[in-house]
């Protein structure tokens, strides 16, 4: 059973910045793909950022991949996405998931159902 513990969250003014961290509770980071999802009220979850645990490469969505960051840290097995210029829209949950298939972030549907293990989720609020 794999662990996920989200932090970071927080409410910012539009054009501000947050870090959200994943802490992995698994052996290795190799043997996982992780993500971060996020879901704002009324609507779907939706993937923004994924990440090889194994190979470091990354998936992120268009809508965020000019602003958000994914990078992990093999030895502290965290996860973390860098969220910079935030804007109202990208206010929600963010939740961290992984899936021991670390080749899963190349499926560009990025479905929720595709990550078995996940987070109790961290709330982001950008205000203006």
């Known amino acids: 059973q794999v662990q996920l513990v989200e932090s970071g969250g927080g409410m910012v003014q539009v054009g501000e910045s947050l870090r959200l961290s994943c802490a992995v509770s698994?052996?290795?980071?190799?043997?996982?793909?992780i993500a971060w999802f996020r879901q704002a009220p009324g609507k779907e979850r939706e993937r923004v950022s994924c990440?090889?645990?194994?190979?470091?490469?990354?998936n992120t969505a268009d809508s965020v991949k000019d602003r958000f960051t994914i990078s992990k840290d093999s030895a502290k097995k965290a996860v973390s996405l860098q969220m910079n210029v935030l804007k109202s829209e990208d206010t929600a949950i963010y939740y961290c998931?992984?899936?021991?298939?670390?080749?899963?972030?190349?499926?560009?549907?990025?479905?929720?159902?595709?990550?078995?293990?996940w987070g109790q989720g961290t709330q982001v609020t950008v205000s203006s």
């Open positions: 998931a992984a899936e021991p298939r670390d080749y899963i972030c190349s499926d560009h549907a990025g479905a929720a159902s595709n990550f078995r293990y």
């Open positions: 990440i090889s645990g194994r190979y470091g490469t990354t």
């Open positions: 698994a052996a290795t980071l190799d043997w996982y793909a």
